[in-house]
Structures are given as structure tokens and as C-alpha cells.
């Protein structure tokens, strides 16, 4: 198949240089970016004025099925949030109801131009299967987490069944499907098995994704028990000798900064999630002062509420101007940035994250028709500043249309919305209103 997107604004390459004209997708690439009409045909056409094509939104780092956990433990610190309030909740969760709660999350993040997504959660394999079915791409792995430290590496069935996953669905699903490791964090693990999961890892040309000094009380338990930072834990236990990125990064030292550097982690900027748990301000700024390419994520719908990238890539820039006490402090493009290219880099998809000829057709069209979308002086500006997620009005993967104008093609919201609520009634009872 083949589309033709015209009488666009067209936020292309990795500058995103407003272009207005044509961009063509024939099967799952870009083929073409112009002012003028393309001379060859294509199979479809789709009238863009009054919108911005922007890359597909990458949200690196999330945890889907707790779409149904939205808003428990409001108010509490992040201990106690999940000690007093998730785990619990987490302990009822069944497969159908990660299903229900992961569809859910597909709802959302699709409607809000997300093209790709990281997830670390329970039963990957359920979400596996249905992002294969529904187009949107997606990072996933079986998260890594140790209590005992005399746990050998093949006696550790979260190990077996996280190598398991890589080899049975690793780039399934024409490479839509990326499976990688996830270290949950430093404090649900012990040394010996995160070294020797990390080096198992590293034999398999695997990816890493974990939680990262998240908050101070992390980082001073980490010092109390080992005399390490958390990075310098994992940098230790030869876990960043893997491609690494890694949530929230808020509490780092000069050294800890130059260890993520030395070793190209990426730290994944969560700001709504970061706020509401009063975990910090995460020093964006200064990781890209250091070399760092910093992605975006939206975390769980428990400390987030939300899966709306276009709200992420809002607070991130007004809260980087507030801690660095600099109105310069991140702009508009480099925001984006965070959200597509860095994002999608990450994740290890070097063919997408930008609007270029040749690249995946990973694309988002926001509609500027809403009064808040008036006057337009600089598109970027006004994508960050203004844009909400319902100006979402195309959303494209690797070529096929998923969302438009309102309408799901891949998904059934009605099927997905009834299921939510069954879910939600099994995990918290008819007697609290649902």
C-alpha cells in the first residue's frame, strides 16, 4: 500500500524544518518529502491542511496495564505509594486483567500519536501479542528482580523466562517487536545475580532498561548497603557494558553524570511521574551540558495519570527552565527531540524518530484548527506549548494507519472500554463504586 500526505506542515529532518508540501509512504517508509507533488502515483490520499506532521512519539519508558491502578495512593511518597497502595492492588492482577489494562493503554497512547512504546511490566507476553496485532511498536522485556543474594543465575525462573521471551519474539512482527532486559532497580535486586545477568545480557547483544536513582531515599540506601551510587552499583556489576537506558535519573553526582557519559546510558525523563511522587526535578539540563541525549517517558498511569506525551513533552520544558532558574533552559526543538529521535534511539531503532525520506512511516498529525492552535509564529513552539493529545488527528506506523480522526482501525474501543471495566470491578470490588 501506499499514502500520500498533502498540503501539510511538515516538521522534517532532525532540525524539524517546517516544510509546507507532500510526503509519501509507500509501504513502511517515507519515499518522499516535498513542496511540489510527486510525480509518481500512490495507492491513497489524505488532505493535511490545517495539521503538522511531527515523527511518531516514542515513550520510553511506562508500564501499560496500570492504566487500571490510575490514581491509587495519590498524595503518598513513593515508598509508601508502593508498598501501601500498588503492590497490593498488583498482587490481585490475573493475565485478563493485564490485558484489559494494557488495551486500555493502547486506547490512549494511539489516540495521542504514540508510535512506540518501552513497557516493563507483568505478562510481557500478553502485551507482546497484542501490539503485534494492533501495529503500534513496542520495547518490552521480562523484568529482573532478586531478593536472595545467593541466587544462582539458572536457578532464577525470572531469568529463564526473560531469556526465553528474547528468543522466542525478539524483533517479531517485521522487528515492530523489540525484546530486551529490564533490571527493575538497584533495591529489588541483589550484586552477584545482577553481574551475572548483566554479562549473560551482554553475550546475547541484548539492550537493558531499569529504574535509576529515582529518588534520594534510593540513592542513600544504595550508599548505606554498598557504598555506591546506583550507577556506580550497575556500572560495577557491568551493566552498562550493555546499551542502557535507564527512568528518572534525578539524584546523580558529577561522578554519577560522567558514569552514565562514559558508558552512553540514556536517561529517560519522566517529569509528571517525577512530580506527583515528589521524587525531584531531574537536572535535564545539565545531562545534555554533559553529551547526553535525555528521551521521554510518561511512566505508569499510577504516579502519571496519563500516557499523553504531548503533556510529558509540556512539563519537561517548562519544569527545566524552573530548576535550572533559566527561561533558555530546554527549547521547544530539543523537547521534541527528547520525544522522537532520542526516544527511538534508545530503544535501538536507528531507522525511525525522524521525518526523512528512507525512514520508517512513523508519523503523527496534529491538527491546528483548535483556538489554542491560533496564532501559529513557530510550529515547534506551538506543539509544546499549546498542542493537547487530542490535537492528535493521524497516528501512522510503519505505514498503516491506526487512529484517525477520532476512529480507531486496528482496535475496538467499545470491546476494550467493556473489558476495562470488568477488570476494575475483579481488581477493587462493586462495593467501591465500580
Not at 499510577?302 to 512539563?315: D, G, I, K
Amino acid at each position: 500500500m501506499s499514502l500520500l500526505l498533502k498540503n501539510a506542515l511538515i516538521l522534517q529532518g532532525n532540525d524539524f524544518s517546517p516544510l509546507h508540501g507532500f510526503l509519501g509512504i509507500r509501504g513502511t517508509l517515507i519515499d518522499y518529502i516535498g513542496e511540489t507533488r510527486p510525480s509518481f502515483t500512490y495507492d491513497d490520499e489524505k488532505d493535511m491542511e490545517n495539521a503538522i506532521l511531527i515523527p511518531g512519539l516514542v515513550n520510553a519508558h511506562g508500564h501499560a496495564a496500570m492504566t487500571l491502578l490510575r490514581g491509587i495512593g495519590s498524595g503518598l511518597p513513593l515508598d509508601r505509594w508502593l508498598n501501601d497502595a500498588v503492590f497490593p492492588v498488583e498482587d490481585r492482577l490475573t493475565a485478563d486483567i493485564v490485558r484489559a489494562g494494557n488495551a486500555l493503554a493502547l486506547l490512549e497512547m494511539i489516540a495521542c500519536g504514540t508510535t512506540s512504546f518501552t513497557d516493563m511490566y507483568n505478562d510481557p507476553d500478553v502485551l507482546i501479542g497484542q501490539c503485534m496485532g494492533c501495529g503500534i511498536k513496542l520495547n518490552i522485556g521480562r523484568p529482573f528482580l532478586c531478593f536472595d543474594p545467593e541466587e544462582k543465575l539458572e536457578d532464577s525462573f525470572r531469568a529463564r523466562e526473560a531469556f526465553a521471551l528474547y528468543d522466542r519474539f525478539h524483533m517479531a512482527a517485521d522487528g515492530r517487536i523489540r525484546i530486551e532486559f529490564p533490571i527493575h532497580a538497584e533495591y529489588t535486586n541483589q550484586s552477584e545475580p545482577v553481574r551475572l545477568f548483566s554479562q549473560e545480557v551482554k553475550k546475547r547483544g541484548g539492550r537493558i532498561h531499569l529504574h535509576l536513582s529515582e529518588t534520594k531515599a534510593e540513592v542513600d540506601a544504595c550508599l548505606a548497603k554498598y557504598g555506591q551510587t546506583p550507577p556506580e552499583f550497575f556500572a560495577s556489576r557491568g551493566t552498562f557494558d550493555n546499551p542502557v537506558y535507564a527512568a528518572h535519573c534525578v539524584h546523580l553526582t558529577e561522578g554519577d553524570l560522567a558514569i552514565l557519559k562514559d558508558h552512553g546510558v540514556t536517561p529517560v525523563h519522566c517529569p509528571s511521574s517525577n512530580m506527583k511522587l515528589a521524587s525531584g526535578a531531574a537536572p535535564v539540563r545539565k545531562w545534555m551540558q554533559e553529551g547526553l541525549a535525555p528521551a521521554l517517558g510518561t511512566d505508569g498511569c499510577a504516579s502519571n495519570n496519563n500516557l499523553n506525551m504531548f503533556e510529558e513533552m509540556h512539563l519537561a520544558a517548562l519544569l527545566a527552565k524552573i530548576q535550572s532558574a533559566d527561561a533558555t533552559a530546554l527549547n521547544a526543538r530539543e523537547v521534541l527531540a527528547m520525544a522522537t529521535r532520542n526516544g527511538a534511539a534508545a530503544q535501538g531503532r536507528s531507522d525511525t524518530g525522524v521525518l526523512s525520506p528512507g525512514k520508517k512511516a512513523d508519523i503523527a498529525a496534529v491538527s491546528v484548527k483548535a483556538p489554542h492552535m491560533y496564532p501559529d509564529f513557530d510550529p515547534a513552539e506551538l506543539l509544546i506549548y499549546s498542542a493537547q493529545g487530542s490535537d492528535v488527528v493521524l497516528t501512522v506506523a510503519d505505514g498503516k494507519v491506526l487512529y484517525e480522526n477520532g476512529k480507531y482501525l486496528t482496535l475496538d474501543r467499545e470491546e476494550i472500554l467493556k473489558e476495562a471495566k470488568k477488570a476494575v470491578r475483579q481488581l477493587y470490588g462493586e462495593s467501591n463504586g465500580f
